[in-house]
């Protein structure tokens, strides 16, 4: 069939309309005429796979990768890197809207990385029969990968050589030699994160990080607090960071939900930055029983962003939304978003 694409879902793919029901189509982009083929129907929307496109938007690129279209990794290699931030951009603002209900959402420009290839720090390859590399759009077929164009060279270097080595079948994780396993991948927009956290909260008593990983954000930003109170159930990463704490810095290995209420008052500034599934209920009930005067929540996943963000601005006023672009190229997409009581 042919079809207009319309506008770019989160995850990446195209959205058109046929029979009264929106079809997805990957490695489309809004404005774009194109052929397609229903590969999925469902009650409310199909899904389809792209023949050719017809009229191309002027945002059309070519991939630097030639894997791309068939390794799962990517998702907009064939957009100009600029359209890419206004996709992206423009998901964020869209699921705070419709997920959140959220009426005025105060976005902020997007906190581009300054590369658009070469900016990861770490991959995680696949060995398995002879083959070395990334699985494909279908999760079951690996793909043999010689070079990924959105990892740095040093990291395609230690690509080159465990494919020489003929490894036993596994999973490998590829870093620069100076990068803590802790750290971001993108170190460019990690630094760029850092500093824009540090420009959004003020001073004072305590500064709580909830999900604080190795102390990303609590070791920089705790000199400007009497104390610092870390949260993290992974005790590799907590033990990494009471390695490297202050006097007036606390780690607690263990559930945020079951610490969070002893850490919190009125005068706190909270940080969270919870995995992809977002805050439990009980972490933010633990939030409105006691709210802080401020709070950063940093995400990795729009969706739960916004269903936490409708509970939290019962309480709280939505003070900026700033996406941050961690991982060029491909579907992900990074938020941060302060708030105050």
Same mark, same amino acid.
């Given at each position: 069939?042919?079809?207009?694409?319309?506008?770019?879902?989160?995850?990446?793919?195209?959205?058109?309309?046929?029979?009264? #029901?929106?079809?997805?189509?990957?490695?489309?982009?809004?404005?774009?005429?194109?052929?397609?083929?229903?590969?999925?129907?469902?009650?409310?929307?199909?899904?389809?796979?792209? *023949?050719?496109?017809?009229?191309?938007?002027?945002?059309?690129?070519?991939?630097?990768?030639?894997?791309?279209?068939? =390794?799962?990794? =990517?998702?907009?290699?064939?957009?100009?890197?600029?359209?890419?931030?206004?996709?992206?951009?423009?998901?964020?603002?869209?699921?705070?809207?419709?997920?959140?209900?959220?009426?005025?959402?105060?976005?902020?420009? *997007?906190?581009?990385?300054?590369?658009?290839?070469?900016?990861?720090?770490?991959?995680?390859?696949?060995? #398995?029969?002879?083959?070395?590399?990334?699985?494909?759009?279908d999760g079951a077929t690996l793909l043999d990968i010689e070079r990924c164009p959105i990892a740095s060279d040093e990291v395609n270097e230690r690509l080159t050589g465990l494919r020489a080595r003929r490894m036993p079948d596994g999973d490998y994780t590829l870093s620069e030699?100076?990068?803590?396993?802790?750290?971001?991948?993108?170190?460019?927009?990690?630094?760029?994160? $850092?500093?824009?956290?540090?420009?959004?909260?003020?001073?004072?008593?305590?500064?709580?990080?909830?999900y604080c990983g190795a102390g990303f954000f609590a070791h920089p930003l705790g000199e400007r607090f009497e104390r610092v109170i870390g949260i993290e159930e992974n005790e590799f990463a907590i033990a990494?960071?009471?390695?490297?704490?202050?006097?007036?810095?606390?780690?607690?290995?263990?559930?945020?939900?079951?610490?969070?209420?002893?850490?919190?008052?009125?005068?706190?500034?909270?940080?969270?930055?919870?995995?992809?599934?977002?805050?439990?209920?009980?972490?933010?009930? !633990?939030?409105?029983?006691?709210?802080?005067?401020?709070?950063?929540?940093?995400? =990795?996943?729009?969706?739960?962003?916004?269903?936490?963000?409708?509970? $939290?601005?019962?309480?709280?006023? $939505?003070?900026?939304?700033?996406?941050?672009?961690?991982?060029?190229?491909?579907?992900?997409?990074?938020? !941060?978003?302060? $708030?105050?009581?």
């Amino acid at each position: 069939m042919q079809l207009t694409i319309h506008d770019v879902a989160f995850g990446g793919k195209g959205v058109g309309r046929a029979d009264g #029901l929106a079809v997805f189509v990957p490695y489309t982009l809004a404005g774009e005429t194109i052929q397609a083929e229903i590969v999925r129907r469902k009650k409310n929307y199909a899904e389809a796979a792209l *023949i050719r496109v017809e009229q191309a938007s002027p945002d059309r690129v070519e991939p630097e990768c030639p894997y791309f279209g068939r =390794c799962g990794g =990517c998702a907009y290699q064939h957009a100009a890197y600029p359209a890419q931030l206004k996709i992206k951009s423009a998901q964020v603002e869209q699921t705070l809207r419709r997920v959140g209900k959220l009426a005025d959402v105060p976005m902020s420009p *997007i906190l581009a990385s300054p590369r658009a290839y070469g900016t990861r720090n770490r991959i995680r390859v696949h060995v #398995l029969g002879g083959v070395t590399g990334f699985y494909s759009n279908d999760g079951a077929t690996l793909l043999d990968i010689e070079r990924c164009p959105i990892a740095s060279d040093e990291v395609n270097e230690r690509l080159t050589g465990l494919r020489a080595r003929r490894m036993p079948d596994g999973d490998y994780t590829l870093s620069e030699a100076r990068k803590s396993f802790f750290q971001q991948t993108n170190t460019d927009v990690a630094q760029a994160l $850092l500093e824009h956290v540090g420009g959004l909260i003020g001073s004072g008593r305590t500064l709580v990080d909830a999900y604080c990983g190795a102390g990303f954000f609590a070791h920089p930003l705790g000199e400007r607090f009497e104390r610092v109170i870390g949260i993290e159930e992974n005790e590799f990463a907590i033990a990494h960071a009471r390695s490297q704490a202050a006097p007036h810095e606390h780690y607690i290995a263990g559930d945020v939900a079951q610490h969070l209420p002893d850490a919190l008052d009125a005068s706190t500034t909270l940080i969270l930055d919870p995995p992809a599934i977002g805050c439990t209920p009980r972490v933010i009930d !633990a939030i409105l029983a006691a709210p802080p005067k401020e709070i950063v929540y940093v995400s =990795c996943n729009p969706g739960t962003l916004a269903r936490d963000l409708a509970l $939290l601005c019962r309480t709280y006023r $939505l003070e900026s939304v700033t996406p941050l672009d961690m991982f060029p190229q491909t579907a992900e997409i990074e938020a !941060a978003v302060y $708030l105050k009581r």
